[in-house]
């Protein structure tokens, strides 16, 4: 059975780090993507990365968020950088093969983990 497993949230101050990592129990999708949903907020993507390396980013984030993968451990990171209070939020990883911004494009999600930005 497929998992993914997200860890690293936590609570910083505006212009904190965070990296967040999500273990996968196999690795056999085209893309992994981080998505984040803040309080009365839709879910929304963040970054959509391909199995062969390239990442995109939401216009929010670019610049500030940098995308990264273990091939050895199966998990993706999430280097967040520069942090604002907009960017608290619960943030999930999802897989799948349909390497697209909306969440239909991903079956498998993981439990998510918290980011909360104060400033």
């Known amino acids: 059975q497929v998992q993914l497993v997200e860890s690293g949230g936590g609570s910083v101050q505006a212009g904190g780090s965070l990296r967040l990592a999500c273990a996968a129990s196999?690795?056999?999708?085209?893309?992994m993507a981080w998505f984040r949903q803040a309080p009365g907020k839709e879910r929304e993507g963040v970054a959509v990365?391909?199995?062969?390396?390239?990442?995109t980013y939401a216009d929010s984030v670019k610049g500030r968020f940098t995308v990264s993968r273990d091939s050895a451990k199966n998990t993706l990171y999430l280097q967040m950088t520069n942090l604002k209070p907009e960017d608290t939020a619960m943030y999930y990883c999802?897989?799948?093969?349909?390497?697209?911004?909306?969440?239909?494009?991903?079956?498998?999600w993981g439990q998510g983990t918290q980011v909360t930005v104060s400033s």
């Open positions: 990365f391909r199995r062969y390396g390239t990442a």
């Open positions: 196999i690795y056999t999708y085209a893309c």
């Open positions: 999802a897989a799948g093969w349909a390497c697209a911004w909306s969440e239909q494009g991903y079956p498998y």
